[in-house]
């Protein structure tokens, strides 16, 4: 059962308040549902991912409490900025910006009543670390007759990160909620753990650019031709293979039976090569200019005489694996790396003894 609005023990001021949230709280839930959506899809476009996106309608109960504290300072109900709020929580401190840049682009700013906490502390202080941009609804986002005042009434959006967040809701706990006044060395204490936070906080967006800018530096690396100085890892073995560096060995097999080659991902390749010992893309050429004759030969022997007719493009590199793997460790170094590449299989050491007895003949012809 609804609870009566006197019941609140507000001054009339503050029940009339009240009154008029209760009449327009399904105005309220459909700015709600706009605001959220909107956020939604422009973070969606944006590409970037957060670790949370919520919105909601401030009760009533909370209202009330506002209102008992606070009500002399509202003039009246649209005063009230927060009575609808989002809040967006992203992974890294450089992406609050941009993220309010996307709301710049979405939503009418009421610059005057935003504040952007992090320009508040002094240099040498730390705390409460957050963007709150007031907003409105612009028409042409949504525009509904029935209910004008959804254009406007003002909402919030609070932008953070999650270190940040954890610190708020800490702090909030801790202290704004508590009743009593916080002794000093408490906070104190919080004061150094937001310090902490705040430099986490720096060093996952510096760790992050720094991994952008190697990676964008071994792109280039990869484009230029200069595999020798590109360690073997996912990223650079996937820039690699863009390149299409077995093409012209797949397509030399595929042509002893007029064959399709069929594309599959050479990326679980990655551990069996880093398992043979190659330590950069260098390793790996080496082994496509040295090897790429017999493993021409091994794929002969393997698809001549039969109708096949489509051949993964996988091939290649796997026959260059099994020639490099028999001249380096014999049998045993290719069923190793069939180990690796397909898991530990009793057909491996059969299949590995037929490579390599294959390939040996082939090395003494």
Known sequence: MAKEIQDYGLDLHGTMMLEEYREKVEMFNRMKDVVLSQLKSCIKKSGMAVTALEARVKTEKSLAGKLELKGQKYHSLSDVT??????????????????????????????????DKRKLLGKDMFGYLSLHYICRIPEEVCCDPAMPELNTFRFEIQIRTALQHVWANMNHDTGYKSGFEVPSEYIRSLSRLAGLLELADDE????????????????????????????????????????????????????????????????????????????????????????SGRAYL?????????????????LGLQNLCFAYAAEKGGAKAVQDFLDCLNGPSKYNAETADRVYDRLTRIHEM
Not at 85 to 110: M, Q
Not at 250 to 277: C, D, F, R, T, V
Not at 298 to 314: M, V
């Open 204 to 291: 996952f967006s510096r760790i992050r650019k720094s991994l952008t800018e190697y990676r964008r530096k071994m792109e280039e690396l990869v484009k230029d031709g200069s595999f020798d100085e590109v360690a073997l890892n996912a990223d650079t073995l996937r820039s690699y293979l863009a390149l299409e560096p077995f093409a012209s060995l797949n397509e030399k097999i595929a042509a002893i039976n007029q064959a399709e080659i069929q594309q599959l991902s050479g990326m679980p390749y990655l551990e069996p090569l880093l398992n043979m010992g190659f330590k950069t893309l260098g390793d790996i050429e080496r082994m496509r200019k040295a090897y």
């Open 82 to 115: 927060d009575l609808v709020g989002a809040r967006i929580i992203t992974f890294y401190s450089d992406e609050v910006d941009k993220i309010a840049a996307l709301i710049d682009n979405v939503f009418d700013v009421d610059w005057e009543n935003s504040v």
């Open 298 to 314: 091994l794929a002969l022997h393997q698809i001549s005489g039969t109708d096949l007719d489509i051949i993964a493009s996988t």
